[in-house]
């Protein structure tokens, strides 16, 4: 959180147990949680937020960045595998110039999630910033 700062209500759309969501309001922003789990399917998601943040099934990465800037205002963070960069069929997603890719933050080190103890892909965070003016950046978290 102290590489990117974010104004506004923050929309976590697959909050699953709530980590990100915890670690939000740790550093004082106004979280919406929600889940398919509850109930609360993205998608079907019409109302605009200001930001989106959210580690998306990876299998639907790609539909929840694109409805992502559908219903965001100003910032969208993603938590994806650092591989997310390459492929054909995304390179039009990081050309957009209406909401472009800002900076892709890199973690050393594998994350971790719950249980999982061996990580076998690395991770980073990616902003589009709807402000942001050239090239994105590449940086590491360590």
């Known amino acids: 959180m102290d590489r990117e700062r974010f104004t ?11 980590a990100i969501v915890r670690v ?5 922003y106004d979280v ?7 109930g609360q399917n993205f998608f ?6 200001p930001n989106v943040i959210t580690n998306p099934p990876y299998s639907h990465s790609l ?25 054909g069929t995304r390179y039009e997603l990081f050309q ?3 909401c472009p890719l800002k900076v892709v933050s890199v973690f050393s080190s ?11 892909v690395g991770h980073a965070w990616y ?4 402000k942001h003016k050239g090239e994105p950046v590449i940086r590491w978290i360590r």
């Open 63 to 87: 539909d929840f960045i694109l409805h992502a800037k559908k219903v965001a205002t100003r910032k969208i963070a993603m938590l994806l595998p650092v591989e997310f960069l390459h492929g």
């Open 110 to 120: 594998r994350l971790s999630f719950g249980a999982e103890t061996h990580a076998t």
């Open 96 to 98: 957009d110039r209406l």
């Open 8 to 18: 506004g209500l923050i929309l976590e759309p697959a909050c699953g147990d709530g």
């Open 44 to 49: 079907n998601r019409t109302e605009t937020v």
């Open 127 to 130: 902003v589009w910033d709807r």
């Open 24 to 28: 939000l309001h740790r550093n004082g």
């Open 32 to 38: 919406r949680a929600t889940d398919l789990l509850d």
